[in-house]
């Protein structure tokens, strides 16, 4: 297999292109839905199990897609990038986040992983130079608040552990550090060529659990089995290409702003798939969310300049990035 530059550069955001922002709302919905097939799949499968299944499938997938779009390999210069965030982002985050929410209910849990699109902003300007306007640092601000109050709503329902609160803190982590590790690989590859070689490294990285997926299988319950392909093939092929997509057209910062949409949505898709009637202050804190998600994505006007991000990154990918995997 050769190394083929199939990327394209595209055309800077002007506000009116329709195809990033659509490519971030259905990541957003894809991840919501993922807490609903982990609740199912966590029952029969033990993290590492979980994390290899689902990246196994999700691998297999993206792999027969670039097959079938005969892209190749990306460039060298974009393989840091794609170990880097294969190892934390594929990797590292789904075993801990699977395994640290069982340690805690899953309030703290999700008050805790909301720290991860913070991080990412402070990440993405500390290291990728990118800024911190007004609008996105108050929509974060009104989301994790709303998070906070989701969380706080939805604790009391399960154990907590200081364990199981370290392990959330260190999935947020891998994943902010994953997300901005990953942008600089954009540049040299396409969302598809990034996506799968990330997905691949996070599958041998999890190849430690076969054993346990191999034993788990056999006894799990179709349902579970079904509920772990899902995950792959939906939540983390499709939804990690289409994140990488609409990454690869705007900020870390504003990108991981977007992921404070998946609290209202997980609320939402609870209420109506497990029947489990949300509280009036958990509606509330949902809202709050997706208000912010709103403020952020909205953009000041400069003197003298027109609305809209810098023009794009250098050729090899799209321009001017948010996550999680769930």
Sequence with gaps: MTTTPTARPAAPDTGRDWRAPAAACTTVLLWASAF??????????????????????????????????????????AWPGIIGSGLLWFGLYMVVLNWGEQQVDAGTAAMIVNVGPILMALLGAKLLGEGLPRRLLTGMSVSFAGAVVVGLSMSGHGSSSVLGVLLCLLAALSYAGGVVIQKPALRHGSPLQITTFGCLIGTVACLPFTGALVSEAADAPLSATLNMVYLGVFPTALAFTTWAYALARTTAGRMGATTYAVPALVVMMSWLLLDEVPALLTVAGGLLCLAGVAVSRTRGRTRGAPAGPAPADPPAEAGPVTTEGR
Excluded: H, N
């Design 36 to 77: 609903v097939s982990i609740r199912s799949a966590g029952e029969a499968y033990s993290p590492g199990a979980l994390a290899l299944g689902r990246l196994l499938a999700g691998t297999l997938t993206l792999g027969v897609i670039l097959l079938l779009r005969r892209e190749g390999l990306p460039s060298r210069a």
